[in-house]
């Protein structure tokens, strides 16, 4: 009996499984209700009483290792099959979902790529700041009533006076405080004003502030500055115009209009049917905001100009509610997946 047991582990361990077709044989032969280890437990009963127990013993560990084995050859073909048949590794891969830049960034990134061109490098202030910076240094006496063209967010009144900045004109003062001429930087940032929201008007929005300083800057310098700015944004086709205006912080003053992008200057409802498109102020930096600066109006002079990145955005992409760039929806964001200048 003994040895007919190891001739059986011997033909246990040397069945071949490779498929599930085998597997069952194994487990039939084996392990099956006719198989040959039930077969040789029926056999005990043949065996003399005093080798009963031993002989037990070692058909139990040849049971337990066709079954080990069986368990061990089946989890092995699981195993296979699932990696053969749940993964095809021809399949495309899942597409990545790209996200879109949004488009103030990009008009931001635009305009400085402009600047950048011609030797303006970018510069940036703090949204939370002074009167002095926002306000005093950029020619806007105590009380004056030009004050009052900017609602003021305030976070301090009096002495210490804080507020967010109402415009990035406050960068201008900050960079000339801290060098000397030649300046020619631009200043992209936030700004923040006391207004009700609606589709025309925000308690907060984007500027970009221009500012060169050197000896013999002229009003000629900024014209054609101006204009290769506009031709550069709007195409070559794109036109300025200047109007006489106040500013502060600007002697002369003038606002700037490029001709209509979205009508060809025909005509349309975007620019009233004038043909023209206000996008920024400008003029000649006054001689009080140079001193008050630190830089002597006798020896330099400058320009500088301000414009809304809303605005130009507005005009470039048509779009006709200022609130669609803070609402995060992402039905208009993606709308600009793709968008390269
Ligand atoms: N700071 C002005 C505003 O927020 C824009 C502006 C106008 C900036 C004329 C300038 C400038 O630098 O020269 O409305």
């Known amino acids: 009996m003994k040895e007919t047991i190891e001739q059986v582990r011997q033909e246990i361990l040397a069945f071949p499984i490779s498929d599930a077709q085998t597997l069952e044989q194994f487990r039939v032969r084996f392990l099956g209700s006719k198989g040959t280890v039930k077969e040789l437990f029926g056999a005990l009963k043949t065996v003399p009483n005093e080798e009963k127990r031993l002989v037990g013993q070692l058909l139990n560990d040849l049971r337990k290792e066709a079954e080990d084995k069986l368990a061990g050859a089946k989890e092995g073909l699981e195993n296979a099959t699932s990696s053969a048949s749940d993964v095809d590794v021809t399949r495309p891969g899942e597409p990545v979902a790209?996200?879109?830049?949004?488009?103030?960034?990009?008009?931001?990134?635009?305009?400085?790529?402009?600047?950048?061109?011609?030797?303006?490098?970018?510069?940036?202030?703090?949204?939370?700041?002074?009167?002095?910076?926002?306000?005093?240094?950029?020619?806007?006496?105590?009380?004056?009533?030009?004050?009052?063209?900017?609602?003021?967010?305030?976070?301090?009144?009096?002495?210490?006076?804080?507020?967010?900045?109402?415009?990035?004109?406050?960068?201008?003062?900050?960079?000339?405080?801290?060098?000397?001429?030649?300046?020619?930087?631009?200043?992209?940032?936030?700004?923040?004003?006391?207004?009700?929201?609606?589709?025309?008007?925000?308690?907060?929005?984007?500027?970009?502030?221009?500012?060169?300083?050197?000896?013999?800057?002229?009003?000629?310098?900024?014209?054609?500055?101006?204009?290769?700015?506009?031709?550069?944004?709007?195409?070559?086709?794109?036109?300025?115009?200047?109007?006489?205006?106040?500013?502060?912080?600007?002697?002369?003053s003038a606002e700037v209009d490029v001709s209509c992008t979205i009508c060809n200057a025909k005509?349309?409802?975007?620019?009233?049917?004038?043909?023209?498109?206000?996008?920024?102020?400008?003029?000649?930096?006054?001689?009080?905001?140079?001193?008050?600066?630190g830089i002597d109006p006798e020896e330099y002079t400058g320009f500088a100009f301000g414009m809304g990145i809303e605005r130009i955005a507005q005009l470039k992409f048509k779009v006709n509610d200022l609130r669609l760039y803070s609402e995060n929806d992402v039905r208009f964001l993606k709308q600009f997946s793709g968008v390269n200048f």
């Open 98 to 252: 790209l996200g879109s830049r949004h488009p103030l960034s990009l008009v931001r990134s635009e305009i400085i790529a402009i600047f950048e061109r011609i030797g303006y490098t970018v510069s940036e202030g703090p949204e939370i700041e002074d009167d002095w910076h926002n306000f005093s240094a950029l020619n806007f006496p105590p009380e004056h009533p030009a004050r009052d063209m900017q609602d003021t967010f305030f976070i301090e009144k009096g002495e210490n006076e804080m507020a967010l900045r109402t415009h990035t004109s406050s960068v201008q003062v900050r960079v000339m405080e801290s060098s000397q001429p030649p300046i020619r930087t631009i200043s992209p940032g936030r700004v923040y004003r006391n207004e009700a929201i609606s589709a025309r008007a925000h308690c907060f929005f984007h500027q970009v502030e221009g500012l060169y300083i050197d000896k013999n800057v002229s009003f000629a310098d900024l014209k054609q500055t101006l204009n290769y700015f506009a031709q550069s944004l709007f195409g070559e086709k794109a036109q300025i115009r200047l109007r006489p205006s106040y500013f502060p912080f600007t002697q002369p």
């Open 267 to 293: 005509g349309c409802n975007v620019c009233k049917y004038t043909g023209w498109l206000e996008i920024l102020g400008c003029g000649m930096v006054d001689p009080n905001v140079l001193k008050a600066s």
